[in-house]
């Protein structure tokens, strides 16, 4: 620091490994360093080093400064569309607790020499991928049957390698690249002509990266110069960032060799499909495109799902906190609580609840149990509210009746139902209309049984001690072709809304996202750096149709997709590991997190025995008669009451009990207010 008397200057110096276009920065908790907004951030310039990065910040001095350091890649204006540098953060560190600078430390006068090491701090590794701020991401899909067909028979026994190129549509460059196409040579890659950057390095953006669903090749890197072999059963996902997605199209290269050949054999360029952005209206759907060879004849199709990920309007979020991957090694065997309380709908009426699931009283009553999490179904209503509700459809009826013929009753998806008519018409649970209508509640006029109550009304209800793990419902496509439900929603706007509300109203809760979908999971990954994700998985089973996204389809699968797309970890179906107990060791040897769900969970030896195995939260029904725990608190409940005690501790404040005792006195109070009794206490439970 220097020798004012305010402020002083402060030598930042960071050792960091990166790709050519990216650059260091630092970002922290005071306004010299953005006070923890990414624009603001502090860059770093790389010294005669290479791999050393510096940079000099005027920060107040006796106070301790918080801050993280970040790769990221610095887009310039273009002085038309995009008015003002854009940084787009390639990595960062996520550390639970970010790096301090010492109130100590910000008073010396000499000059710092230590030198950082990007991601370690006190011996602990923490990076994870950036999160969407202003930039679009676009993923392309190619697996099934056939995705790719090639006509010509002289393709039909080769191997096919394919790269795919964003290609920037402006000034007519898509045209101008297609009339250049006749005058390549057939080994020569498209891709060299407009987009690689000086001295023929790869372009530092757009960022185009390729993930393989297998062991080796998950993780997302950057494509090789002729891309990749693509074999029948892989499952090619490319991400593609782009800052204006409706000015970009995709260019996807084919080049082919014999079979057999060697990966450093050079193929030859057959021919290219360009995907526009027009086919890509919505934020997800399907493309099928020509392939068409180097003379202009088509020589077979290409089939790809798409998936657009827009950054959220009203970005909550800042690189202050972080719990996107942690996850304490005191949070296993935790006890979750299915929709609240447990499932009060089930086709057989043994084990059912005796509270309306994924009601505020069911969700109450769990928490009251001992629950760690809740889990619960949010969907939206017609008038874009989020509600929690399981299943996709509703019987109304417009009479008050309990018993009404069958032509009296109107089966209706909850999205078509705005939020006041879910409240004030009459609802019945599917399972309430078979044969012929049976009500199983009659407690409406119970505020808080009242089923659809708000996610907002969840949020500030429960005790934030209690953990939501909060399930996105959403539309899967089964293997025979058909959908669970046909949905108007975009699926950008759907999910920004849903996050909003949690970013607004979560507090400190603890919370984790969860859906069935991948896609899902990967778009709200990327929308928020805050709340962790964790992907559900059905598995290998006969009782569920079968999901036709092959992420969907095994565990295994299920850990390439979760380690591709960065989320926590894995919600299994507990059939999968019951049949194979070393699938749970699978998942933990691959950094993940994992849960289960599944009715063989609702036995308290099933229980016991899945807790024995390492599973970090076990998903059940009636917590209130299953759960083991002799004290009824959440974990979170029991850790906050111990960092209270801690707290307390180190102030040398002592409890109203002890000072009772010793200065046998009462009323007491410290100067933060009444002392508390930080004792456990026990809530009536039943026995496991």
């Known amino acids: 620091m220097g020798d004012n008397s305010g402020i002083g200057e402060w030598q930042f110096c960071v050792r960091a490994v990166t790709e050519p276009g990216e650059t260091l920065a630092v970002i922290g908790e005071c306004p010299q360093l953005g006070q923890w907004k990414l624009q603001g951030a502090l860059d770093l310039q790389c010294g005669h080093e290479g791999?050393?990065?510096?940079?000099?910040?005027?920060?107040?001095?006796?106070?301790?400064?918080?801050?993280?350091?970040?790769?990221?890649?610095?887009?310039?204006?273009?002085?038309?569309?995009?008015?003002?540098?854009?940084?787009?953060?390639?990595?960062?560190?996520?550390?639970?607790?970010?790096?301090?600078?010492?109130?100590?430390?910000?008073?010396?006068?000499?000059?710092?020499?230590?030198?950082?090491?990007?991601?370690?701090?006190?011996?602990?590794?923490?990076?994870?991928?950036?999160?969407?701020?202003?930039?679009?991401?676009?993923?392309?899909?190619?697996?099934?049957?056939?995705?790719?067909?090639?006509?010509?028979?002289?393709?039909?026994?080769?191997?096919?390698?394919?790269?795919?190129?964003?290609?920037?549509?402006?000034?007519?460059?898509?045209?101008?690249?297609?009339?250049?196409?006749?005058?390549?040579?057939?080994?020569?890659?498209?891709?060299?002509?407009?987009?690689?950057?000086?001295?023929?390095?790869?372009?530092?953006?757009?960022?185009?990266?390729?993930?393989?669903?297998?062991?080796?090749?998950?993780?997302?890197?950057?494509?090789?110069?002729?891309?990749?072999?693509?074999?029948?059963?892989?499952?090619f996902l490319y991400q593609i960032q782009v800052l204006f997605a409706d000015n970009v199209a995709y260019l996807v290269d084919f080049y082919a060799r014999s079979q057999g050949s060697a990966d450093e054999d050079v193929p030859t360029h057959v021919g290219f499909s360009y995907i526009l952005p027009s086919v890509m209206k919505a934020s997800e759907g399907q493309a099928i495109v020509p392939i068409t060879g180097l003379r202009h004849q088509p020589i077979g199709?290409?089939?790809?799902?798409?998936?657009?990920?827009?950054?959220?309007?009203?970005?909550?979020?800042?690189?202050?906190?972080?719990?996107?991957?942690?996850?304490?090694?005191?949070?296993?065997?935790?006890?979750?609580?299915?929709?609240?309380?447990?499932?009060?709908?089930?086709?057989?009426?043994?084990?059912?609840?005796?509270?309306?699931?994924?009601?505020?009283?069911?969700?109450?009553?769990?928490?009251?149990?001992?629950?760690?999490?809740?889990?619960?179904?949010?969907?939206?209503?017609?008038?874009?509210?989020?509600?929690?509700?399981?299943?996709?459809?509703?019987?109304?009826?417009?009479?008050?009746?309990?018993?009404?013929?069958?032509?009296?009753?109107?089966?209706?998806?909850?999205?078509d139902l705005t939020l006041q008519q879910l409240h004030l018409l009459k609802v019945y649970h599917l399972e309430e209309g078979k044969d012929q209508l049976k009500p199983r509640f009659f407690d409406e006029d119970l505020e808080d049984h009242q089923p659809f109550p708000t996610l907002r009304s969840a949020l500030e209800k429960l005790d934030e001690?209690?953990?939501?793990?909060?399930?996105?419902?959403?539309?899967?496509?089964?293997?025979?072709?058909?959908?669970?439900?046909?949905?108007?929603?975009?699926?950008?706007?759907?999910?920004?809304?849903?996050?909003?509300?949690?970013?607004?109203?979560?507090?400190?809760?603890?919370?984790?996202?969860?859906?069935?979908?991948?896609?899902?999971?990967?778009?709200?990954?990327?929308?928020?750096?805050?709340?962790?994700?964790?992907?559900?998985?059905?598995?290998?089973?006969?009782?569920?149709?079968?999901?036709?996204?092959?992420?969907?389809?095994?565990?295994h699968g299920a850990i390439y997709f979760t380690k591709a797309a960065g989320i926590l970890g894995v919600n299994a179906h507990t059939e999968d590991l019951l049949r194979d107990p070393s699938l749970v060791q699978a998942v933990r040897d691959a950094g993940l997190v994992l849960f289960c769900w599944g009715d063989d969970n609702n036995d308290a030896n099933t229980i016991r025995h899945l807790k024995a195995l390492g599973l970090h939260g076990v998903i059940y029904d009636k917590i209130d008669q299953l759960a083991c725990k002799e004290v009824k608190e959440s974990i979170f409940l029991v850790e906050a009451r111990g960092g209270e005690r801690q707290k307390i501790a180190a102030l040398g404040i002592q409890s109203l009990a002890q000072s009772a005792v010793e200065s046998q006195g009462c009323g007491q109070e410290s100067d933060e207010g009444p002392i508390l009794n930080l004792a456990p206490t026990t809530s009536a439970s039943g026995s496991c």
């Open 51 to 235: 791999n050393v990065w510096r940079g000099t910040a005027r920060l107040p001095r006796g106070k301790s400064i918080a801050y993280r350091y970040l790769v990221c890649v610095l887009v310039p204006s273009d002085g038309e569309r995009l008015m003002e540098m854009v940084r787009v953060v390639k990595r960062w560190e996520t550390h639970p607790q970010p790096r301090v600078i010492t109130q100590q430390d910000s008073e010396r006068t000499q000059c710092r020499e230590a030198v950082d090491e990007f991601g370690l701090v006190g011996n602990l590794q923490h990076v994870e991928r950036g999160w969407l701020t202003a930039e679009t991401v676009i993923q392309l899909k190619i697996f099934g049957d056939e995705p790719i067909k090639m006509w010509k028979r002289r393709l039909l026994n080769k191997q096919v390698l394919v790269k795919v190129t964003p290609v920037n549509l402006v000034a007519g460059s898509a045209p101008e690249r297609l009339a250049k196409a006749g005058e390549l040579s057939l080994d020569e890659s498209m891709d060299t002509l407009e987009l690689s950057g000086n001295n023929g390095e790869r372009s530092s953006w757009p960022i185009t990266e390729l993930s393989v669903m297998d062991e080796d090749d998950c993780e997302f890197r950057p494509q090789e110069q002729f891309g990749r072999v693509y074999k029948a059963g892989d499952f």
């Open 301 to 415: 199709q290409l089939t790809v799902e798409y998936l657009k990920v827009a950054p959220m309007a009203n970005d909550e979020c800042n690189m202050k906190e972080v719990y996107s991957r942690y996850w304490s090694h005191t949070w296993c065997g935790l006890d979750v609580g299915h929709r609240g309380a447990g499932n009060s709908f089930k086709m057989q009426k043994i084990g059912m609840a005796e509270i309306r699931e994924n009601t505020i009283a069911s969700l109450t009553q769990a928490a009251r149990h001992g629950a760690d999490f809740v889990e619960f179904d949010v969907q939206l209503s017609r008038d874009l509210v989020p509600v929690i509700y399981h299943d996709f459809h509703v019987i109304i009826s417009m009479k008050q009746k309990s018993t009404l013929p069958d032509n009296d009753l109107l089966t209706l998806p909850v999205k």
């Open 465 to 555: 001690h209690v953990g939501f793990n909060i399930e996105i419902k959403w539309t899967m496509q089964l293997k025979d072709g058909t959908y669970e439900l046909y949905h108007p929603f975009d699926l950008n706007l759907y999910l920004d809304i849903v996050l909003e509300c949690v970013l607004k109203h979560g507090g400190h809760r603890k919370i984790i996202f969860s859906c069935f979908h991948p896609d899902i999971c990967t778009m709200i990954r990327l929308k928020q750096n805050k709340y962790p994700v964790m992907f559900l998985t059905q598995g290998a089973t006969s009782k569920y149709p079968k999901y036709n996204d092959p992420r969907c389809h095994d565990i």
